[in-house]
């Protein structure tokens, strides 16, 4: 049955190609977004135009911060399920902004679930991240884990995220799923993010900053479970039909590789070789992300199916042609 879900970010990365996907599916999807200057708005409008002229798609450019607006949406376009993508991304950034990283993340997150439960919505989604998992040594990571060790406040207000969701599904019987993303990448990917980074560069011929020592770097010290977008996208989607009363999921891709093979799938592709500077480790970054998917598997029949060869190919695909 046809569904009218709410996507929060829903003109960024990971939540334009949500709406497009939910759009084919058949379902009524209302789009908020704040376009805000994080990077140029103009690339978020761009993420949309597949959208805008499907009568089933509905835009508000607006904040989760902001009560009136979200009452107003809710009031208006009767929704039934949100997935909750809004938030104010990046690690590195969050270090320079800890204020503004909580208030949105955290309070924009109570606000909708404040609005779920007034409206009586069926199913909250809530879009988490691997970085809530911190330095844990025990590998790979997985959602039964305890998450004491986040190094930066962005993993800090994903965690309290969750923390917020579970409350929310105890005391006003919520169905509530928290997706916690890993190290995602793909067409549309973020422009301060390392695939669009290196990609750029090395098709400029301009060096690459490597957030590692090159004896890290030599010796494979820094590893990503690197995975595609449309991955991600099924996992959501599947999550949207598997209704729980509180479940925690990982998407990943569940095969981690070390930087220096990222880089080098992307030289081959390009065809030619980076020139790289390595500038260290940067504060809030971890050396390793490795994802357990067999309960998403097992309870969400979620089942990534693009390696990484084939998903940079997709991704320098559609670089080149932007």
């Known amino acids: 049955m046809a569904e009218r879900i709410l996507i929060t970010g829903g003109a960024g990365f990971i939540g334009s190609h949500l709406c497009e996907k939910l759009l084919n599916e058949g379902n009524q999807v209302v789009c908020l977004d704040n376009f805000n200057n994080y990077y140029d708005p103009r690339i ?101 884990d305890a998450i004491e060790n986040q190094i930066s406040p962005y993993a800090k207000t994903k965690k309290q995220g969750e923390i917020l969701c579970k409350r929310y599904s105890n005391e006003f019987d919520l169905d509530v799923t928290c997706l916690r993303f890993f190290t995602v990448y793909g067409p549309r990917g973020r422009p301060d993010m390392a695939p669009y980074k290196f990609v750029e560069k090395i098709m400029q011929g301009h060096q690459i900053e490597v957030y590692c020592s090159e004896e890290d770097f030599k010796r494979g010290n820094m590893i990503r479970d690197f995975t595609f977008i449309d991955d991600i996208v099924k996992g959501i989607s599947s999550s949207l039909n598997k209704k729980y009363k509180f479940e925690i999921f990982n998407l990943g891709r569940g095969e981690p590789v070390d930087l220096r093979e990222f880089i080098n799938i992307i030289e081959g592709k390009l065809g030619r070789e980076a020139k790289k500077v390595f500038i260290g480790r940067q504060k809030g970054d971890v050396s390793l992300t490795y994802s357990n998917i067999e309960k998403s598997r097992s309870l969400l029949g979620y089942n990534p199916s693009t390696s990484l060869k084939e998903g940079i190919s997709e991704f320098v695909n559609w670089f080149q042609t932007k």
């Open 44 to 144: 978020k409008e761009d993420n949309l135009q597949t959208c805008l002229g499907n009568n089933s798609f509905s835009l508000y450019k607006g904040d989760i911060l902001d009560r009136d607006l979200l009452s107003k949406i809710f009031d208006q376009e009767k929704i039934s399920k949100i997935v909750h993508l809004a938030a104010r991304a990046g690690v590195r950034p969050s270090i320079e902004q800890p204020s503004l990283y909580e208030e949105v993340n955290i309070l924009g997150t109570q606000n909708l679930l404040e609005e779920a439960v007034k409206h009586n919505i069926s199913q909250f989604i809530f879009a988490s991240s691997s970085s809530v998992y911190g330095t844990n040594k025990k590998i790979p990571f997985s959602e039964e």
